[in-house]
């Protein structure tokens, strides 16, 4: 049996916030049907940063952070960690919430956030606190007891960041986590995961297809463009942080968004600017 990891510090000193962390080079990904997915994806994550992978559906996105978590190979190019080690050694660094929350529906919220530390051979007593820290880190203490079909939507998303915060990863790759739920919810977990991020001090690297998402809560964001996917701007985001819903009314929020949105404009390339699908909302 091995105990838990500690908590990580909780520095945000200005220099670890521009070490990179991890990078992807040069990568190229060709799935087995032929699709090439990605195509030279060059990208740096730092410690500490809010990085969004804006783009029309089928740019890439999820292959990228899936490569990113080592769950599938690229073809070409490399993870590159820095310190070394391949994603293998590096897995218990890396948290991941999919799109869906992908919960046990017989186990209780404790048990579905417990999983990461059993699978790694941590005795449940062992797990106890860091159970009980990631439930309070998504405010969720009260319902440790509860199954998943007692909670809402936005509810079962922050059982599903739990539980990937439960190994105190490093870095939190998030795929699309939000896109399911009402716009109202959606803004409350948006606040919530900026400050989860800052009380718990990781790197995120975020998904999405909504511009007013990206601006609202990245540091950088990073414009993807399908066929092959690739990267095709990066627009920092230098509004200062904490933010909270007033960003939302600020001319800086006004000028991200319209720069980020005509970024994607031109990612999608003209032919797609009347299809709705693309639509961002
Ligand atoms: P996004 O997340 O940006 O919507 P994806 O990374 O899911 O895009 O997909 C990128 C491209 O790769 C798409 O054309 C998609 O159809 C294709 N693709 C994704 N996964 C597979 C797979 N397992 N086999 C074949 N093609 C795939
Ligand atoms: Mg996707």
Not at 10 to 26: I, K, N, P
Not at 97 to 122: C, H, I, S, Y
Not at 172 to 177: G, R, S, Y
Request: hydrophobic share 40%; charged share 20%; proline share 7%.
């Amino acid at each position: 049996m091995t105990s838990p990891p500690p908590p990580r510090s909780r520095s945000s000193d200005a220099q670890s916030g521009s070490a990179t962390l991890v990078a992807l080079r040069g990568i190229d990904k060709t799935f087995a049907n032929g699709t090439l997915a990605l195509s030279g994806l060059d990208l740096d994550i730092r410690e500490n940063e809010f990085v969004s992978l804006l783009g029309p559906s089928g740019c890439g996105k999820s292959t990228a952070l899936r490569i990113l978590a080592g769950l599938i190979p690229a073809s070409r190019g490399d993870v590159a960690w820095t310190g070394g080690g391949s994603a293998e050694d590096h897995r218990g660094e890396i948290g991941f919430v999919f799109q869906e929350p992908t919960l046990m529906p017989w186990a209780t919220v404790a048990d579905n956030v417990f999983l990461p530390l059993r699978l790694r051979g941590v005795s449940r007593r062992d797990a106890a606190d860091a159970i009980a820290s990631s439930l309070d880190l998504v405010g969720l203490s009260r319902f440790a007891h509860a199954y998943p079909r007692e909670l809402s939507g936005g509810m079962k998303m922050r059982v599903s960041i739990a539980r990937a915060l439960s190994l105190r990863p490093r870095i939190l790759l998030m795929d699309e986590p939000f896109a399911a739920l009402d716009e109202i919810t959606r803004f409350k977990l948006n606040d919530d995961l900026l400050r989860l991020q800052r009380e718990f001090g990781c790197t995120v690297v975020f998904v999405t297809h909504s511009v007013y998402e990206s601006v609202y809560l990245s540091t950088r964001i990073v414009v993807m463009a399908a066929r092959p996917g690739r990267i095709v701007a990066e627009i920092p985001v230098a509004a200062p942080t904490p933010r909270s819903e007033a960003f939302r009314t600020t001319p800086l929020y006004g000028t991200l968004c319209r720069e980020a949105s005509a970024a994607l404009h031109e990612a999608m390339g003209p032919a797609d600017d009347t299809d709705p699908a693309h639509a961002d909302h």
